[in-house]
């Protein structure tokens, strides 16, 4: 039974809290075309094609060439970060870019506007952002949302989805392992080297595998700012009609709830391949063998139960839950604090029992999630 009451709230805060919590999912394809991953043409036919035979839109686009499936992992990985304008906005990462830039990458100005604006800034000193205001070119809910994204670009210590050792993790380049070993190297080398460097130095990832994460760093970023500056309307909107009901007597609303939680696999290998290499050296590590939508409304978490079949193995190691979980023979339960919607990737080590044979097998794990009562 869940009991909320409302007395005297300030119609400011009530304004921001609806604001920066407003659910609203971003398409796969919005995000594509966003960061001009795909062309709309190619767009129109994956979602033909996905009417005739009802697959995945990114498997479709990845299917006709449209697409590469680093940057399919790498956007799906951060799909869930673009669903309120807060959240697009704390996605901001790499490197810093004058506001001029920014609002073009965003269309929300063109070159010509652009020029006109600076050319009115060397006469007057003014900010440019409040010159292009002035003139009509933008608004000022358009300037606030990218000023408060260009504040965070450049900020190495502030988190963020779009960091490049994350990319490069959902692209399936490197580990965590491997990440958590650059930063430390990073960390303890005085030569001030990017995290990239320090990958390629220590032979984890190769040199054109950064640049593509660059690659697809860069197209995040201009998609992650359309995201935020087209929430932001949307959440305003419903903030003002919201704001309608805040009333000065106490209010009182009782609800009860249904537990619910589902998975939905957005991608998994169909099978697994073990060579004598990996039989002689006990154990095989999949990359991102396991990349889950979940959804969960529990606030004590969520139950995720792995079934075994296929393969057998004396353990399998899980690793994506910011520490490694141990799974028996016979799989197991691993509960975990997810609230909401969230996309988790999953990295295994199968250590091999002495009745493991070389050969090719179906994906040996199957998963199933229940809120945690």
């Known amino acids: 039974m869940v009991t909320k009451k409302y007395k005297g709230v300030e119609k400011q805060k009530?304004?921001?809290?609806?604001?920066?919590?407003?659910?609203?999912?971003?398409?796969?394809?919005?995000?594509l075309l966003d960061g001009a991953?795909?062309?709309?043409?190619?767009?129109d036919a994956a979602l033909a094609e996905q009417m005739r035979t009802n697959k995945l839109l990114g498997d479709i686009l990845v299917d006709l060439g449209a697409l590469d499936k680093a940057e399919l992992y790498a956007v799906l990985w951060i799909q869930r970060d673009f669903s309120t304008v807060k959240e697009a906005i704390m996605a901001a990462a790499g490197i810093r870019h004058l506001l001029g830039e920014l609002l073009l990458k965003a269309f929300c100005i063109t070159q010509n506007q652009l020029d006109t604006a600076l050319d009115e800034q060397k006469k007057s000193g003014e900010k440019l952002g409040e010159i292009l205001v002035r003139l009509g070119f933008l608004d000022k809910r358009q300037l606030d949302v990218t000023l408060s994204f260009q504040s965070r670009l450049g900020e190495r210590k502030i988190p963020s989805c779009l960091m490049l050792g994350e990319l490069l993790i959902s692209a399936g380049y490197i580990t965590h392992e491997q990440l958590e070993d650059g930063l430390k190297r990073q960390h303890e080398s005085e030569s001030g080297k990017k995290i990239g460097e320090v990958l390629v130095e220590?032979?984890?990832?190769?040199?054109?595998?950064i640049d593509h994460g660059l690659r697809i760093q860069e197209k995040l970023v201009a998609a992650a700012l359309i995201a935020a500056l087209s929430l932001a309307p949307i959440s305003a909107a419903?903030?003002?009609?919201?704001?309608?009901?805040?009333?000065?007597?106490q209010i009182s609303v009782t609800a009860r709830v249904l537990a619910r939680a589902s998975v939905h696999v957005l991608r998994q290998q169909a099978e697994i391949v073990v060579t004598d290499a990996d039989i002689k050296r006990g154990y095989l590590d999949v990359n991102v063998g396991s990349l889950l939508e979940i959804k969960n409304?529990?606030?004590a978490g969520v139950n995720m139960t792995f079934e075994t079949h296929g393969l057998p193995f004396k353990e399998a190691l899980v690793n994506g839950f910011g520490r490694e979980v141990a799974l028996g023979p016979n799989?197991?339960?691993i509960t975990r604090q997810i609230v909401g919607t969230s996309v988790v990737a999953l990295n295994y080590r199968f250590v091999f029992d002495?009745?493991?044979?070389?050969?090719?097998y179906a994906w040996p794990l199957s998963i199933s999630v229940n809120p945690v009562e």
């Open 14 to 31: 009530l304004q921001e809290n609806i604001r920066y919590s407003l659910p609203v999912k971003r398409p796969l394809g919005r995000i």
């Open 37 to 43: 991953f795909i062309e709309p043409e190619a767009l």
């Open 202 to 209: 220590a032979g984890y990832a190769k040199q054109r595998h």
């Open 238 to 249: 419903i903030a003002a009609q919201s704001s309608k009901q805040v009333m000065s007597t």
């Open 297 to 299: 409304n529990s606030r």
């Open 331 to 333: 799989g197991g339960i």
């Open 354 to 360: 002495e009745s493991s044979q070389a050969g090719t």
